[in-house]
């Protein structure tokens, strides 16, 4: 079952065209990776899935619905869950009223709860520290509250900009590996990143990004070996 499905999305910021005719799908229990380096379009493309910025031509469906014309804050109702670059905690929040913001339009405070305690097991850090000031915490922790405030509203598909921005190697393999546990466990991932090298250990396919264009998509073992991927992406 296609979970997710864009077709032929154009994006502009003013005149500039950060987008072109991308065509991307999702299918149920995928992990789906987007690699290009340093502005190919990539938090744009999550940008444009979450309604936070507007395509300009182009459809978005959510599990076979047509949801271009949603307000973020309906998409994120409908099961689209989403951890932006740079993490964007609420600093001055502690980690429990962090993941108590995730889970805004929950209106049973069982269910808050019962999302709070499988977020503590997910990340026993963050149970440690569910008092401090989400600002205070180190960058791998806020990334990991990132991921868990994504997570309260108990989505079907889960967006993921860049873990590894700005993270000491053992984070972001240690963040990885969470991500793929949670896709183990039947959660649908399109995870856009700039590290292939990491992103095709863990993602099941990926769409190449280059100047706002896919330019190859395959599987991630058929990019690994892909010579021409290896040199633009994999050289270190
Ligand atoms: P990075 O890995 O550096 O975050 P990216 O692949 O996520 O890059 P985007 O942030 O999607 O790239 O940016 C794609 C292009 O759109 C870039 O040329 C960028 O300068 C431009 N762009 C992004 N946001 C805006 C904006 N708000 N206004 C104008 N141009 C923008």
Same mark, same amino acid.
Do not use: C
């Given at each position: $079952?296609?979970?997710?499905?864009?077709?032929?999305?154009?994006?502009?910021?003013?005149?500039?065209?950060?987008?072109?005719?991308?065509?991307?799908?999702?299918?149920?229990?995928?992990?789906?990776?987007?690699?290009?380096?340093?502005?190919?379009?990539?938090?744009?493309?999550?940008?444009?899935?979450?309604?936070?910025?507007?395509?300009?031509?182009?459809?978005?469906?959510?599990?076979?619905?047509?949801?271009?014309?949603? &307000? &973020?804050?309906?998409?994120?109702?409908?099961?689209?869950?989403?951890? &932006?670059?740079?993490?964007?905690?609420?600093?001055?929040?502690?980690?429990?009223?962090?993941?108590?913001?995730?889970?805004?339009?929950?209106?049973?405070?069982?269910?808050?709860?019962?999302?709070?305690?499988?977020?503590?097991?997910?990340?026993?850090?963050?149970?440690?520290?569910?008092?401090?000031?989400?600002?205070? $915490?180190?960058?791998?922790?806020?990334?990991?509250?990132?991921?868990?405030?994504?997570? $309260?509203?108990?989505?079907?598909?889960?967006?993921?900009?860049?873990?590894?921005?700005?993270?000491?190697?053992?984070?972001?393999?240690?963040?990885?590996?969470?991500?793929?546990?949670?896709?183990?466990?039947?959660?649908?991932?399109? $995870?856009?990143?700039?590290?292939?090298? =990491?992103?095709?250990?863990?993602?099941?396919?990926?769409?190449?990004?280059?100047?706002?264009?896919?330019?190859?998509?395959?599987?991630?073992?058929?990019?690994?070996?892909?010579?021409?991927?290896? =040199?633009?992406?994999?050289?270190?």
């Amino acid at each position: $079952m296609t979970v997710l499905k864009l077709e032929n999305i154009n994006t502009f910021y003013g005149h500039s065209q950060a987008l072109e005719n991308i065509a991307i799908d999702v299918q149920a229990g995928e992990f789906v990776t987007i690699l290009g380096a340093n502005g190919a379009g990539k938090s744009t493309i999550m940008k444009t899935i979450m309604g936070l910025v507007k395509a300009k031509t182009g459809t978005i469906y959510f599990n076979g619905r047509d949801i271009s014309q949603l &307000p &973020p804050w309906d998409r994120a109702g409908i099961g689209i869950g989403y951890v &932006p670059e740079g993490r964007r905690v609420f600093p001055d929040l502690s980690v429990e009223e962090n993941l108590r913001m995730g889970a805004y339009s929950v209106r049973d405070d069982k269910v808050i709860a019962a999302n709070i305690e499988k977020s503590y097991v997910l990340f026993p850090r963050l149970k440690e520290r569910k008092s401090q000031l989400a600002k205070t $915490m180190s960058g791998g922790e806020q990334q990991m509250l990132a991921i868990a405030r994504a997570l $309260m509203l108990s989505p079907k598909l889960l967006l993921i900009d860049e873990i590894s921005m700005g993270l000491m190697p053992i984070l972001v393999n240690h963040s990885l590996s969470i991500v793929k546990k949670l896709n183990d466990a039947g959660l649908t991932i399109l $995870m856009v990143e700039q590290n292939a090298n =990491k992103a095709l250990k863990v993602a099941d396919r990926g769409y190449i990004l280059k100047t706002g264009k896919i330019i190859m998509q395959d599987t991630s073992e058929r990019l690994r070996n892909n010579a021409e991927v290896i =040199k633009a992406y994999l050289g270190e």
